[in-house]
């Protein structure tokens, strides 16, 4: 689809429609660049091969549903187009280094920063030129939801980890550890946890033995609640 305005509509139908159910939260749109003809995941979700159209058309379909009350969030960062395995079985790898992935990977996710997306879910993905721990998923890795993701990209929205019962994620021991690590790598929702109380728990110990501080317990509801402000939560009505 080359017209913009029909991807601003596509947005704006779906933003429409979302909310006549109550859902104010769409895990779209996906701007991974569609790079590797073997991705058995990707595929037809991309909008292309060329990074700056993926991430003007993922613009373009974002703003669509903003500017109709419900929030975005681009996906999965920080790139899940070029693997040939699905996160869904088993833990891709992304053998590229840093300055293909800032050509190919990143762009688009840099252009809805730039617009204002509200959120970005991070995939589960080895990407050992980020950070080279064995078998360590970008979800779990506070290098690249921080220091890559939030410090470099300029981020300072919602981070949503990618479903934690997907086998990308199960390397870390049970569920509640598998969570905990998301939390504490920088994910402000954890998307499919499995073991609350467990991981509750571990919360609760980790706050204990200052692995995890109060400030930051309090920064991360202060930007759920403003994130939930800024989409006129406080002020709905159900239809």
Do not use: W
């Amino acid at each position: 689809i080359q017209n913009e305005e029909l991807l601003y509509d596509m947005g704006t139908a779906i933003a429409q429609e979302c909310k006549a159910m109550g859902v104010h939260i769409n895990f779209a749109p996906v701007v991974d660049v569609n790079s590797n003809p073997n991705n058995p995941v990707i595929g037809y979700r991309s909008f292309g091969e060329n990074p700056h159209r993926v991430g003007q058309a993922g613009s373009t379909y974002m703003r669509g549903m903003q500017d109709h009350g419900v929030m975005a969030v681009a996906k999965h960062f920080p790139g899940h187009g070029d693997t040939d395995s699905d996160s869904h079985k088993t833990l891709p790898s992304v053998l590229h280094d840093r300055n293909r992935l800032n050509q190919k990977e990143l762009p688009p996710f840099q252009q809805l920063i730039q617009d204002g997306v509200f959120g970005i879910m991070a995939a589960h993905l080895f990407v050992p030129n980020l950070d080279n721990r064995d078998s360590r998923p970008t979800s779990l890795s506070s290098y690249v939801l921080n220091e890559l993701l939030r410090d470099s990209l300029g981020f300072d929205g919602l981070v949503f980890s990618d479903a934690l019962n997907m086998q990308g994620a199960s390397g870390y021991g049970g569920a509640a550890e598998v969570a905990y690590q998301a939390f504490i790598a920088g994910n402000d929702i954890l998307v499919m946890a499995q073991d609350i109380e467990g991981t509750i728990d571990l919360i609760e110990k980790g706050i204990a033995q200052g692995e995890i501080t109060m400030d930051d317990i309090h920064k991360r509801l202060r930007l759920i609640l403003e994130k939930k402000y800024d989409a006129k939560l406080h002020r709905y009505q159900p239809g």
